[in-house]
């Protein structure tokens, strides 16, 4: 014991020390507390950093390490987001046999006699926003919902402990998937700890509890079953990740030159029978539009973080175009413009192999981020776990730079500060400018290999 203290020590300071600042940032910060959250995030950063440089191939240590830091939250409430809230509603409202596509918040509070646990501080914790608007999570993530609301009880707490817990296996089971799928790939298998140790990670998954991390288990599972030439369940699983999270099928027209046109054709029937099938118990006419209105406000009422579409706005705003107007016009455009993007990825390169295909994949989701008006934290978890696969490090740097975003919860108004946005993102292309032309990745956008 005291030959492995001295040859571990400066690392198991760490690990201590990290757990003391994940304690802090579960319960003892106050999100308007930017100069704290950001003090955390890099001195978190800094020590996910050098214990993956310390004990770089000491896998035991740093699951143990991953695992810790994810415990400290475990009888936490959230306090950098408030979805839960709305996940625990969703979740009462499937338990109880009640379809949470028909029916806003509001209507459901306003008709009365709801039969569900804390239902008044569920509406007011979820926010006006989201009270008001139909559920947008997809049909498999509202049974996880309900799984987590069954096992949590009436609490608000047991809820947020199942769901954490379901988080929590999800992210064991991307560093099985990952190292399995880093072997296959030839690659050092110590770079899935970029993404298992990552303070982002850590704190918007477990900590505040979005379900990135589930969808992306089910990515990553597919993709490595794909490597492996079991497509069949690497559709099923596929269809998995999107019915907890849509964003997945941004790449489903890669797999067109990756398994031919007969073979694809096959694995998008199978992929479309799966999602029919796990949408029939939610299915009804009102679900179509509710859900697809409810979509598309993300791309024409919502704005926070944005990089190419605030540079528009600004330019708008000294042509006298009203911000309303502009977010309205821009997002009517954008999808036309993800999809010139998709096919350009599509068929500009080969995607015969998987490297190539994640590569792709890394790319068009990271244009998709630039353009959009809307770029949540946790958004950028996805790119992390792409990244690792490929030669690219960008996502690495932003999962760091993207806190500066949460700088609009230091005011009661929720207003960007649109300086420190500038500086975040002229930093992220910055970097990303540098592995194109530095590092002679140039060729890796559109490669032939």
């Known amino acids: 014991m005291s030959s492995y203290w001295k040859l571990h020590k400066f690392p198991i300071l760490m690990v201590l020390i990290s757990i003391v600042f994940y304690g802090s940032f579960a319960y003892d910060l106050d999100r308007s507390d930017f100069i704290k959250l950001i003090t955390l995030s890099v001195g978190l950063f800094f020590l996910c950093f050098k214990i993956i440089q310390f004990e770089k191939w ?179 699983l596929y269809a998995l990740s999107i019915m907890t999270k849509l964003v997945p099928l941004l790449f489903l027209p890669l797999f067109l030159k990756h398994f031919g046109i007969k073979k694809s054709m096959l694995f998008y029937s199978l992929i479309g029978a799966t999602i029919v099938i796990g949408t029939l118990p939610f299915f009804t006419l009102e679900f179509i539009s509710h859900y697809a209105d409810t979509i598309g406000l993300w791309f024409s009422n919502f704005e926070f973080n944005a990089s190419i579409y605030n540079v528009i706005k600004a330019i708008g705003s000294q042509m006298d175009v009203p911000a309303y107007e502009m977010i309205k016009v821009y997002g009517k455009i954008i999808p036309f413009l993800v999809i010139v993007l998709v096919l350009v990825f599509t068929f500009k390169r080969n995607n015969l192999t998987v490297s190539s295909l994640v590569t792709a994949m890394l790319w068009i989701l990271s244009c998709y981020y630039f353009l959009s008006t809307t770029v949540h934290p946790w958004y950028i978890i996805f790119l992390v776990l792409l990244a690792i696969f490929t030669e690219f490090r960008f996502p690495l740097v932003w999962s760091l730079l993207v806190i500066l975003s949460y700088w609009a919860y230091s005011n009661t108004q929720f207003q960007e500060n649109l300086l420190i946005i500038s500086i975040e993102y002229l930093l992220v292309y910055g970097f990303l400018a540098y592995e194109l032309i530095n590092l002679n990745n140039k060729n890796l956008l559109f490669c032939k290999k």
Do not use: C
Not at 68 to 95: C, H, K, M
Not at 198 to 208: A, C, M, R
């Open 58 to 236: 000491n896998f035991k240590f740093m699951i143990t390490a991953g695992i810790l830091f994810r415990l400290a939250f475990l009888l936490a409430t959230p306090n950098l987001s408030q979805d839960f809230y709305r996940f625990i509603w969703d979740g009462e409202l499937v338990s109880h046999g009640i379809n949470p596509y028909l029916y806003t918040p509001d209507q459901l509070m306003a008709h009365g006699n709801l039969v569900i646990a804390n239902a008044r501080e569920l509406h007011l914790g979820m926010g006006e926003l989201s009270a008001m608007h139909f559920s947008n999570y997809p049909p498999l993530n509202q049974v996880l919902f309900a799984i987590a609301t069954l096992f949590g009880g009436s609490s608000i707490l047991g809820g947020i402990i199942a769901m954490r817990t379901i988080i929590l296996l999800a992210d064991l089971g991307i560093l099985i998937f990952g190292i399995r799928l880093l072997k296959h790939l030839n690659r050092s298998t110590y770079l899935i700890f970029w993404y298992f140790l990552n303070p982002l990670v850590i704190v918007e998954l477990t900590g505040n509890l979005h379900f990135e991390g589930v969808m992306l288990f089910f990515f990553l599972a597919s993709i490595y079953l794909i490597a492996k030439n079991r497509w069949v369940w690497g559709g099923v």
